[in-house]
């Protein structure tokens, strides 16, 4: 039942995807069963930053993210590293139970029962310039499990060409599911600044390819915390 | 049955509001009822341009939409100057017919029955800053003339306090509604380049009132074609 928190803030927007612009307070937990390449939270992930993963019952959560929203129910993101690894079935049932609504963003590697229980989905299945494959049954029976419960919807976060040709064929595994595109980031550093002209370039480098290949299918989004924050933590 | 269209252009995203990343050619039409003080479509809205709206009838406002998906049906969005001043029916109709699908943004000051044709209506009243004032009673044709055909939204532009302090009252009134904040954008001179900083800072801006006013209600999203493409037209 004990989470491993590596950080909780907001209320801010989230940045990406489906719930884009929407007043949430995230939950991120340590761990993940993944090493992308160009991970933008190795503080989350990589298990040298273990021994800052506090450990946490729903009960100090819900605490926390009560203190934040002011008591005001919003959604709750919750992130990682990859959230999956955790139990947040308590945090989710008790949060619920006062009015908080739950996001979960996860590659979709490992299912867990209580994706069932969210209000949103995001399965963002990585590219090959993430350097890690995935593993497709796994990632149906993530959406097995979630079932008819929350929204499920896919994102993906696109680099360069090779990525592009693999979300259409990830599309055309699952048409049905609402898909989202991103450009990526490879400017993560916490410390630097971003540099807005790039971030935007990048963006309307994934638009051009969208609507050369004529493929209307997708939405194609920014993260907007980066361009407001650029890698700040805690924002 | 003869639409004055202004522009049709894309495909390119919706750069705002509920359908932001989605792929979409625009079809703008001229004339308006209102004048807001800092719009940012005059082309379309000024009289003194009604020599450029060229008279196209539903047939030929399709073919050129045909041409520019490459035949792919996608999002058609209606916009203007005031697109409901005129008779979109026949267009939707023949559109639909094919598998496009129709958005249209509107001040909300003149209701039409072809609102229930559409398959999202966002609905923009005008704040303070504006100039204009809104007619409630005609913003409530509006949503009873969309009926439950499409999804309908709000979307209000927010240029200072006065004009935040509006919307959370237009919220009020209409709290089922989803509802889309957006910051304004004071330079709108298609000629002149967008500061990026500057864009982001009022956005930022939004976001830190919502969060202070402990308001989740709202999504706040920038115009990601202004931070794109600053205010050129055609994209």
Not at 20 to 34: K, N
Not at 76 to 94: Q, R
Not at 168 to 193: E, I, S, T
Request: hydrophobic letters at 45%; glycine letters at 8%.
């Amino acid at each position: 039942m004990t989470l491993r928190v590596a950080e909780i803030f907001g209320p801010t927007i989230q940045g990406e995807g489906v719930l884009i612009g929407a007043p949430t307070v995230f939950v991120r937990t340590g761990g993940c069963d993944y090493r992308c390449s160009w991970c933008d939270s190795l503080h989350a992930v990589d298990s040298a930053h273990r021994h800052d993963w506090l450990p946490m019952d729903p009960e100090a959560v819900m605490t926390e993210v009560r203190a934040l929203s002011g008591d005001r129910p919003l959604t709750v993101s919750l992130s990682g590293g990859n959230p999956a690894i955790h139990d947040f079935a308590p945090l989710i049932a008790l949060g619920k139970s006062e009015g908080y609504t739950f996001a979960c963003e996860t590659q979709g590697s490992i299912a867990k029962p209580w994706f069932a229980a969210l209000d949103t989905l995001v399965l963002s299945p990585k590219p090959p310039s993430s350097g890690e494959e995935v593993d497709w049954s796994a990632f149906e029976r993530c959406l097995e499990a979630a079932g008819n419960g929350p929204e499920s919807v896919i994102k993906i976060v696109i680099f360069d060409d090779a990525d592009f040709a693999w979300a259409q064929a990830a599309h055309a595994r699952f048409p049905d599911l609402p898909l989202y595109l991103q450009p990526g980031n490879l400017m993560v550093d916490p410390d630097k600044p971003v540099d807005l002209t790039e971030t935007t370039a990048r963006l309307e480098w994934l638009i051009d390819k969208v609507v050369a290949a004529g493929w209307f299918a997708p939405r194609v989004l920014p993260q907007l915390h980066v361009m407001v924050w650029g890698n700040k933590r805690g924002v």
